[in-house]
């Protein structure tokens, strides 16, 4: 239940319940997170809309956000009555909502305040609280500010953090904020060693499964991001290769699967794109993966999605009967997923 070792980051308008449902049909075991969350939606009585989600989505963790300790606390507690199995502070949000608000990235200006907020999450669940944050602020950070922030806020309760490996430019926009900041993975291998009752796990810049075990090797856990939006596939031998379970789902697998979830979720009156849309990239890097994010994107349909079925069924399935397998014994690209650069 409290294994971190890889995870899918929190994505704002990505990781709502349908991608999280899609990924957890390619890997039981990694650990999911919801969208960043502010904790005063959560408190006006939009919970049931925020906070449902799928059991095989378990283990999942809430991510929220805000800069009140009690309205905080009592959003954790919400999170911990609707079944989460983690709630994490979000402290590295740059955006200029997230400062205007006063949570994110710039809670870090006010170290005591995150404690104080973090010692009130504590305190109101049960549930692990883990916290998500950067290196510091402004590019002007240091690893000694950064070891006594981890210090004080595991005074206040936590055992986890996710720490992105890039400071918080609170005057650049989002995007620049994941390219711009250089990585230092270093410094999160550091906090490791230099905390090793901590769970410590590093998020920013990985992209293959190969580059999270490499990292696994110094910390006890490896957060990835955008690498697995744009290619879900690149978690398809996490089972196997993180958590020891020989399972490797087939594309066409999981896109059936796919197919009866949006069934139902039509029935409970959830438009078909809002399902649709996260399944573009599915086969990314495949022959006809072009074709496949055409017919969807174009007819946003379950008939759409039937025709896709059908012209990757033809693709795939020799005249036996039986599936190709993408990635036969011995190529090296089984470990890696879908070769780069290719759509």
């Known amino acids: 239940m409290f294994d971190h070792r890889l995870s899918v980051a929190p994505m704002v308008d990505r990781t709502d319940r349908h991608f999280r449902f899609l990924v957890r049909q390619i890997s039981r075991k990694v650990r999911l997170y919801t969208e960043m969350t502010v904790d005063q939606a959560v408190l006006r009585g939009k919970a049931e809309r925020l906070l449902a989600f799928h059991p095989e989505e378990h283990p999942i963790a809430l991510q929220l956000a805000g800069s009140d300790p009690k309205d905080l606390a009592e959003a954790a507690r919400i999170g911990e009555a609707f079944g989460y199995d983690e709630v994490n502070l979000n402290l590295g949000c740059p955006s200029a909502k997230a400062q205007r608000e006063g ?96 769970t410590l796990v590093l998020n920013g810049g990985v992209r293959t499964l190969e580059e999270a075990l490499a990292h696994l ?23 196997r290769r993180v958590f020891g379970l020989e399972r490797r789902p087939s594309r066409l697998e999981v896109a059936r699967r796919m197919r009866a979830y949006l069934e139902e979720e039509m029935g409970k009156g959830t438009p078909p794109w809002a399902v649709l849309r996260h399944m573009l990239n599915l086969f990314r890097g495949q022959r006809r993966g072009r074709l496949w994010r055409r017919l969807l994107s174009e007819g946003r349909s379950p008939a759409a999605l ?5 012209a990757l069924e033809d693709e795939e399935v020799e005249e036996g009967g039986q599936e190709k397998d993408p990635y036969p014994k011995g190529d090296p690209q089984a470990a890696l997923g879908p070769a780069r650069g290719r759509v």
């Not at 005074?155 to 900041?181: C, D, M, Q």
């Not at 090797?217 to 089972?239: I, K, N, T």
């Not at 039937?306 to 059908?310: E, G, I, K, N, T």
């Open 217 to 239: 090797v110094r910390v006890d856990g490896v957060m990835m991001g955008r690498a697995v939006y744009e290619d879900p596939f690149v978690l398809a031998e996490a089972d």
């Open 103 to 198: 949570y994110g990235a710039c809670l870090l200006q006010d170290p005591q305040r995150v404690a104080e907020i973090l010692r009130a999450m504590v305190g109101a669940v049960r549930v692990p609280v883990s916290a998500k944050m950067r290196l510091g602020l402004e590019g002007q950070e240091t690893y000694p500010q950064l070891a006594r922030m981890v210090e004080r806020f595991a005074e206040a309760g936590v055992r986890v953090f996710i720490v992105h490996a890039r400071s918080a430019l609170l005057a650049f926009s989002t995007k620049a904020n994941r390219e711009v900041p250089p990585l230092r993975h270093s410094w999160v291998h550091q906090l490791k060693r230099d905390f090793p009752h901590l």
């Open 306 to 310: 039937d025709q896709a079925l059908r």
